[in-house]
């Protein structure tokens, strides 16, 4: 019974491609590396559109996530709040970027709200689709290997730890703004790392103390 409790521990990147496929379209580039024991998320979003003069908003995005479970029949969803600014929420930067996202428990397809400031103005886009983007991959590299598994009844997918293949990948690729993207992100997975470490500590004596009853 006690099992049936615990959460899963871990650190995966998400990678949302926010808009629609109409040409000339608004597009939002939401990158994410999710942190489950703390229910955090932290990464960048870039919005581009080919306007005159170009459309070109970066943010550094921090923020968190939260179940919102309805009685059956109903579908449960999982909704990311965050914001973000120029350097993270540990700079003087006011913030330029807000987003309210809502997926399925599989994390994958959804609908966001978000709002970006616009030289002296915020500009609001609603009810946008969002869909989760492929893993980086690369003939030149063998596709990532999963990390540990999660049992199947939980909404949490497989946590895929961000491995240096596919940032290498990037590399070959040449893609400038992806390789800024995995930078931002490893960098966040190394910054985290003690703290998962002591989940990962503190998830081992749980499961020894359990095991000797």
Do not use: C
């Amino acid at each position: 019974m006690s099992g049936s409790n615990q959460q899963p521990v871990g650190l995966f990147p998400l990678a949302y491609r926010i808009g629609t496929s109409a040409p000339g379209a608004q597009s939002l580039a939401l990158n994410l590396l999710v942190f489950t024991p703390d229910e955090t998320v932290n990464g960048t979003a870039a919005i581009t559109q080919a306007t005159n003069p170009p459309l070109d908003v970066h943010s550094d995005v921090w923020g968190e996530y939260t179940y919102l479970t309805v009685m059956s029949p109903g579908v449960s969803k999982i909704l990311i709040t965050a914001q973000g600014n120029q350097g993270g929420p540990g700079s003087n930067s006011i913030v330029n970027f807000k987003i309210q996202l809502v997926v399925g428990t599989d994390w994958k397809d959804g609908i966001a709200n978000y709002a970006y400031l616009d030289g002296q103005r915020w500009v609001e886009v609603n009810n946008v689709p969002a869909h989760l983007a492929e893993t980086v991959r690369s003939s030149a590299f063998p596709p990532l290997e999963p990390g540990p598994v999660i049992p199947p009844q939980s909404p949490y997918p497989p946590i895929m730890p961000l491995y240096a293949a596919p940032i290498q990948s990037a590399i070959a690729s040449g893609d400038l703004a992806q390789m800024k993207n995995l930078a931002s992100l490893a960098k966040q997975q190394l910054d985290q790392q003690p703290q998962l470490q002591s989940a990962l500590e503190a998830a081992k004596g749980e499961i020894s103390r359990l095991e000797r009853r």
